[in-house]
């Protein structure tokens, strides 16, 4: 019964993350992500890591809300029903992604594990419990730290203002045809109001 | 969805035999869903002053389902047909898998699981996914515009959700939905942590786009999210949201007014009552508080309500040492 | 459902991951990739964990970390490409070929 369970996620999960590059919309690109981790999270519930599984689960959901916001943003059709792709090296890139997955196929079918499974999943929670707030709470300070520089440094990035003026400073649409090393002065040759074009508005 | 086998569930709960679980939940939130139509209604019309139209009969609801159910069903150019067609269908399933962990009665619940308010603010979490989709998914401008509003608006209320849960739970010491039951045994949540429950109104309001969170399929959008369903989907789409306040109310019933806990009558007599009055609570501010625009309301979510949400946690955690 | 089969479904995520990430031309794709890699190995880790751990806390832990590594690789990617966006207008790779403002 979970090896019929664990087939299913895992070939879910698999399928899904394959067909995220492989779609036409970026939304369904980000949902079929969001199934896969979903899958995995299914998975980790029958490894007996639930608490794991629920908070990967709860966390990866709203991620990918955001995730599909975000695609929107940066989207030339915001529907995204349209058909599209790009990809650039594709080549490479399958070589790299079998070499990837085959380094760790070849670990999993030559290597020697030892055998010591989980003996009681609610001792488990609770170890992970004092190792997460335990003694000096290390690994969850860590992680708050981490999380709180992260904030830190994604606000000073985006903001849309400042040390050096208005972030849409010299700012201009890209070219017509994609690719090369767009630089905002190129246009300005022809375009004597490109300087001061506003994009957007900056709210989100 | 924990399935395997559980071990010592805190509050001793049974839950029920597994083939009875889904058509016992599905009755529930059905004819909760029914009550709260009708509810809705009456309270609109008594308040317009327009009371004893046909409208607000009990049959009235019922009457045009059936209608609803035999009108043609008209699609969009190029829509997402598998998204659209399961968004109601997905809906109500999260909103029965949320109701799930709720204890309906002492010892009844059908999964009272040991992480209950973690997996009911998935299923909460997974709702928006699924509120997105079918506004997405038909292809059409206004349902689109009035998906991506809703994402900003759920964005900002489900951290809320999320804090104002914890809270609850932590008098509890446990994320059991029933240890957070027999907790408020001598004194309901509502008295001892005050601005849980308003905040959970606005969450509720907000997952089931309604109230001053109408956005989703909102007249100023031409119907938004729901402009292009027509027959069984309108229908579908309709009940699954009555469904979900239902479950909201039952839910807010059971972490904030002390869930099935009361004198006298049985406990599933009580539980039935409290959701009743928070259902009644969230029609009537359905019906007369006036729609927020989605940014005014992502401010005062996040420079507001979320600091409200931190006090709640606040107290809740003095209240406990 | 044992060692070697989830780490062949962790190697498989993996590895459609890398493809994804170099393939891709749109920031956001490519981040999508990042994703799936590290679904992979949180799928690896706690298979380790419950096959070879006997229930200690480490390989959870690094669940966790690798749970904390997406979500920061979430929040500076999606900063990072606002601020190119406003810079350059660029939601490509091939739209900034230097880093040079």
Redesign the interface.
């Known amino acids: 019964m979970?090896?019929v369970?664990?087939v299913v996620f895992?070939l879910t999960?698999?399928v899904s993350?394959?067909l995220?590059?492989r779609v036409d919309?970026?939304?369904?690109?980000?949902?079929l992500?969001?199934a896969?981790?979903l899958n995995?999270g299914a998975?980790?519930?029958?490894?007996?890591?639930?608490?794991?599984g629920?908070?990967?689960?709860?966390?990866m959901?709203?991620?990918?809300?955001?995730?599909?916001?975000?695609?929107?943003m940066?989207?030339m059709n915001?529907?995204g029903?349209n058909p599209m792709s790009?990809?650039?090296?594709?080549r490479?890139?399958?070589v790299?992604?079998?070499v990837?997955?085959?380094?760790?196929?070849a670990?999993?079918?030559f290597a020697e594990?030892?055998?010591?499974?989980?003996?009681?999943?609610?001792?488990?929670v609770r170890?992970?419990g004092?190792?997460?707030l335990g003694q000096s709470m290390l690994?969850f300070e860590s992680?708050g730290v981490?999380?709180l520089a992260?904030?830190v440094?994604?606000?000073?990035?985006?903001a849309?203002r400042g040390r050096y003026g208005d972030?849409?400073e010299?700012?201009?649409?890209?070219p017509l045809d994609?690719?090369?090393?767009?630089?905002?002065e190129d246009d300005l040759v022809d375009d004597d109001a490109a300087g001061d074009h506003h994009?957007g508005h900056g709210?989100? | 969805m924990?399935?395997?086998d559980r071990?010592d569930v805190p509050s001793g709960i049974d839950p029920f035999h597994p083939a009875l679980a889904v058509p016992v939940l599905l009755a529930v939130v059905g004819l909760g869903a029914v009550i709260a139509v009708i509810l809705h209604r009456k309270v609109a019309s008594s308040l317009a002053g327009t009371g004893g139209s046909p409208a607000t009969s009990a049959a009235a609801p019922l009457r045009e389902a059936r209608w609803l159910a035999r009108q043609q069903v008209v699609t969009t150019e190029?829509?997402?047909l598998a998204t659209w067609i399961l968004a109601p269908a997905a809906y109500l399933g999260l909103a029965v898998a949320a109701l799930s962990v709720v204890p309906l009665s002492a010892g009844v619940a059908v999964a009272d699981v040991?992480?209950g308010i973690?997996?009911f603010?998935?299923a909460e979490?997974?709702a928006?996914?699924v509120i997105?989709?079918h506004g997405?998914s038909p292809?059409s401008?206004y349902a689109?515009i009035s998906a991506?509003r809703f994402?900003?608006v759920?964005?900002s209320y489900?951290l809320l959700s999320m804090f104002v849960l914890i809270a609850a739970a932590i008098p509890a010491g446990s994320l059991s939905i029933g240890a957070i039951v027999d907790s408020q045994a001598g004194l309901w949540n509502v008295v001892r942590q005050p601005l849980g429950l308003p905040l959970w109104l606005v969450v509720s309001w907000g997952v089931t786009f309604s109230g001053p969170l109408a956005v989703v399929d909102s007249a100023d959008l031409a119907g938004g999210g729901g402009v292009e369903d027509s027959g069984l989907q309108r229908l579908a789409w309709a009940g699954a949201r009555a469904a979900m306040l239902v479950v909201f109310a039952a839910a807010g019933a059971t972490v904030f007014l002390g869930g099935w806990q009361g004198p006298v009558l049985p406990g599933g007599a009580w539980m039935a009552l409290k959701t009743a009055a928070l259902l009644a609570v969230l029609v009537v501010g359905d019906i007369t508080l006036a729609r927020m625009s989605a940014?005014r309301f992502v401010r005062l979510a996040w420079a507001v309500l979320l600091p409200l949400a931190f006090l709640d946690l606040l107290i809740a955690g003095l209240g406990s040492l | 459902?044992s060692?070697?089969?989830?780490?062949?479904?962790?190697?498989?995520?993996?590895?459609?991951?890398?493809?994804?990430?170099?393939?891709?031309?749109?920031?956001?794709?490519l981040?999508?990739?990042i994703?799936?890699v590290v679904?992979?190995v949180?799928?690896?880790a706690?298979?380790?964990?419950?096959?070879?751990?006997?229930?200690?806390?480490k390989g959870?832990?690094l669940?966790?970390?690798a749970?904390?590594v997406?979500?920061?690789e979430?929040?500076?990617g999606?900063?990072?490409?606002?601020?190119v966006?406003?810079?350059?207008?660029?939601?490509?790779?091939?739209?900034?070929?230097?880093l040079?403002g």
């Open positions: 979970i090896d369970a664990f895992s999960a698999v993350g394959y995220v590059f919309s970026m939304i369904r690109a980000s949902f992500l969001l896969s981790f995995v998975v980790l519930v029958l490894l007996l890591a639930e608490y794991l629920t908070a990967l689960l709860f966390m959901t709203v991620e990918m809300i955001v995730m599909a916001l975000f695609m929107v940066f989207m915001p529907a029903l790009m990809v650039h090296q594709p490479v890139a399958a790299a992604g079998v990837a997955a085959g380094g760790i196929w670990v999993a079918l594990f030892p055998d010591a499974p989980v003996v009681d999943a609610d001792q488990a170890d992970l004092f190792e997460l690994v992680a981490t999380l992260t904030m440094c994604a606000v000073v990035l985006s849309a972030g849409y010299g700012s201009v649409a890209p994609p690719g090369g090393d767009h630089r905002p994009h709210g989100m | 924990m399935g395997g071990i190029r829509p997402d040991r992480t973690v997996v603010g998935a979490a997974l928006i996914v997105f989709l997405w292809n401008p689109l991506y994402v900003a759920a964005l489900e940014q | 459902m060692l070697v089969t989830i780490l062949l479904v962790a190697g498989a995520l993996i590895g459609i991951g890398v493809w994804g990430a170099l393939a891709q031309q749109s920031f956001v794709m981040m999508m990739g994703e799936l679904n992979g949180i799928l690896a706690a298979g380790f964990w419950a096959e070879t751990g006997a229930g200690g806390p959870q832990v669940v966790i970390v749970m904390a997406m979500a920061v979430m929040a500076i999606f900063a990072l490409v606002a601020a966006y406003r810079a350059r207008q660029a939601d490509m790779t091939e739209g900034i070929g230097s040079r």
